[in-house]
Structures are given as C-alpha cells and as structure tokens.
C-alpha cells in the first residue's frame, strides 16, 4: 500500500479541517518514515527477491518497531497526545492517531504474511499484493476518492493552491507508476535513503499547498 496511506490523509481533511494535510500526511505513513531509518540502524531487516510482480520483490523481515499492531498503538497515542498538547484540538488528535493505525489495517489487507502483531508475533497479511492489477485498483479507487473529498471540503486561496495540490496528486501518481516498473532495488541503504526523503518530500508539499487552501464554510441544510 502507497497511495492508498495518502488517500486517507486527504479524506481526513473532512473532519480535520484545521489540521494541515502534511499533519495528515506523517500520520498514516509514520510507519514509512519510521522504517526506513530502523533498517539503517540494523533495528529492522529486509531482502530483496527479484521478481515478476512489483509488490513482492521486498521482503519484509522484520519490522516490530515501525509495522506491528501494537507498536503503531503507541506511536499513534505518541502522536495524537503531542498534537494535543500543542494545538488542544481532541478531535483531530484522535484522527491523527487513528491514521497512524490505519497504517496496519491498509497493510495487513495488501501483504503477503509479513505484518505482526506485537514484536516477536507471528504475522499476517491477506496477500492482495498477490493480483498487482486488483492491488491498482483498489489503491486508485482510494486516491480519488481521498481527492473527491479533499477538494470537496477546501478551495483554493491562488495559484498555488489551485495547481500546487494537482500537482502533488500528479508527483504521488508518477511515483506509484515508477515503483511499479524500476526494477526491483539492489541496495537497501539507498532505497532506505531513498524512501526518507521521499517520503518527507511527499509531506512538504502537501503541508505548502494546504497553506493555500482554506476550509469551505459547513453548509447549513435548508428547513
């Protein structure tokens, strides 16, 4: 799951509408940004198995402190709580930590039996990765869905906003397209380089196109 982790943040934007998209982008892709850095410290494992289908050529070996059930509970009560703390919005907290959640279920439907439980569980997965055209669908059903809902809830303020955000829609697009067809990756250091700043691109555009959107006023329904 990539896109699909996005789609969420921006359909959060509909019940976090003060809540920056970038905010809504780290929380259900914490699990993305947090593994990459454990692999490189030796915390977490991986291989690589070259192969046909783009979604199985990584193996995921280890990841209980960025992937389990349990540690995303705790990373999501991290994240929610110090949201809290800081703007003293409850309500977008739990979104937050919700999405940071999110991460496992969207990934326990789409991996292959590579997702634990807690740390030193046996792990799970439903495999949709197993069909690459179903595991496309469903995760661009996701992101025009999570665009529909996000467009419909905010309206650009100028340009910037306008063809900023389809701007970002096009660089999520492109990258998923790009995974699918690159070949599988022979250096795990530079794919874990890779997907830190990737990833934190990601969410420093999001976070400046949504400075140039604003939230539409709720519609009152008509007696």
Partial sequence: MFIGHYALGLAAKRVAPRTSLGTLFVAPTLADLLWPIFLLLGWEHSHVVPGPNPFLTLWLDEIPYSHSLFALIVWGALFGYLYRRRTGDTRAALVIGS??????????????????LYPGSASLGLGLWNSPQATIIVEAAMLIAGVAIYTRVTRARDGIGRWGFWGLIAVLALSYVSALVT???TNLTALAVGGI???????IFAWWVDRHREAMPARIPML
């Fill in 99 to 116: 999405l940071v959640v999110s991460h496992w279920m969207l990934d326990f439907v789409t991996h292959r039996r590579d997702m634990p």
């Fill in 183 to 185: 070949p599988a990756p």
């Fill in 197 to 203: 700043i990737f990833g934190w691109v990601f969410v």
